[in-house]
């Protein structure tokens, strides 16, 4: 990758860890409401696996979805809007956080159902294989989802008819406070996927380079028609499942274990390794992306509620 890629890659990094920081912000004065999960240390994850795709194919995942959309070239206005309730957001505000969704850059949705989105990734690729296209959906769940029934429906529905998919299992060792090995009768999720024959990855989804090398190959052979893909990256949310869980349930030294195998630093890193970067050029994108999100929560707050009678309207598409 060359310099230019790889200042976008911690652009991209930098542009969803920061947007979450400034939800947290905004949502403790009250400014949004309902349920509402940030991604804040899973960057990597996201930014590798979604770094080949082309604009034309499909991203969809769950109710942790800021950085699905941001990153899918969302508009960080129209998503903090949505957060806000506001009419001005991707979805009128009808949707908010855990429901972000735009069908003009083909991300087809953030779902608060765990696993449900795995049955409509079945769909989306099964209309691409209908048509004859050549286009790849990338499906993210968490590891919480492979414990869900419609998980295992889809998997197999997915190898069966060797759809384009590329499943990416978030897997930050927790659902919500259940750990993995309290919940799954397989530690290795990864294993537990490969019944349904298809290659599967076990990936540090700290590592941007390891992730979106994996993520790669995944795309290239679910477009070439040799069907699905299974990754499970392995990650950690710094923050508690919800703004509402104050995560007791782990450890300081296990929080501590991961933020030093933080994607940010790494990335920076890298690029120092290769290229004669200065500081400055990683705080001038440091400050387009506080500038972004300034004008963001600027957009947000000037909007408003849409009208009650609208409530009903956008429930079926035409
Ligand atoms: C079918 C279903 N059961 C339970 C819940 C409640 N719930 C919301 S999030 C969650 C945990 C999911 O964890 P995981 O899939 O690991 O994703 P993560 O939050 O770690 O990203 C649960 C149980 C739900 N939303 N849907
Ligand atoms: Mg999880």
Not at 48 to 73: E, F
Not at 132 to 142: A, P
Not at 148 to 162: F, I, P, T
Not at 193 to 207: C, F, H, I, K, L
Request: aromatic letters at 12%.
């Amino acid at each position: 990758m060359n310099k230019a890629e790889l200042m976008e890659v911690y652009y991209l990094m930098q542009l969803a860890r920061t947007f979450e920081t400034r939800v947290a912000e905004q949502y403790t004065r009250g400014k949004m409401g309902g349920f509402c999960h940030l991604y804040t240390g899973e960057e990597a994850v996201a930014v590798g696996a979604m770094w080949h795709l082309r604009d034309d194919d499909y991203v969809i995942g769950s109710y942790r979805d800021h950085a699905y959309y941001l990153l899918r070239g969302g508009d960080p206005g129209k998503a903090m809007a949505e957060l806000f309730g506001h009419k001005e957001g991707c979805c009128k505000g009808k949707g908010g956080s855990m429901h972000l969704f735009d069908w003009d850059i083909n991300f087809l949705g953030g779902y608060a159902i765990v696993a449900g989105m795995c049955p409509l990734a079945v769909g989306a690729a099964k209309s691409i294989q209908y048509r004859g296209e050549d286009r790849v959906v990338v499906c993210f769940f968490g590891d919480g989802a492979t414990n869900q029934g419609v998980y295992h429906e889809a998997l197999n529905m997915g190898s069966l008819y060797e759809l384009p998919i590329v499943w990416v299992c978030e897997n930050n060792h927790y659902a919500i406070g259940t750990s993995v090995p309290r919940s799954s009768a397989r530690e290795s999720l990864a294993r537990k996927a490969r019944s349904y024959e298809m290659p599967t990855y076990v990936v540090d989804g700290m590592d941007f380079f390891k992730m979106q090398s994996v993520a790669e190959r995944a795309i290239a052979d679910a477009r070439a028609g040799k069907g699905p893909s299974f990754i499970e990256a392995q990650c950690y949310r710094y923050r508690g499942h919800s703004m509402s869980d104050p995560a007791t349930y782990r450890s300081e030294e296990e929080v501590e274990y991961w933020k030093k195998r933080d994607p940010i630093p790494r990335i920076k890193a890298a690029i120092k390794h290769d290229f004669e970067v200065e500081e400055e050029e990683f705080e001038e994108v440091d400050a387009r992306v506080r500038r972004e999100l300034d004008e963001a929560i600027e957009f947000a707050s000037e909007g408003s509620e849409l009208p009650v009678e609208r409530l009903y309207e956008d429930l079926y598409v035409e």
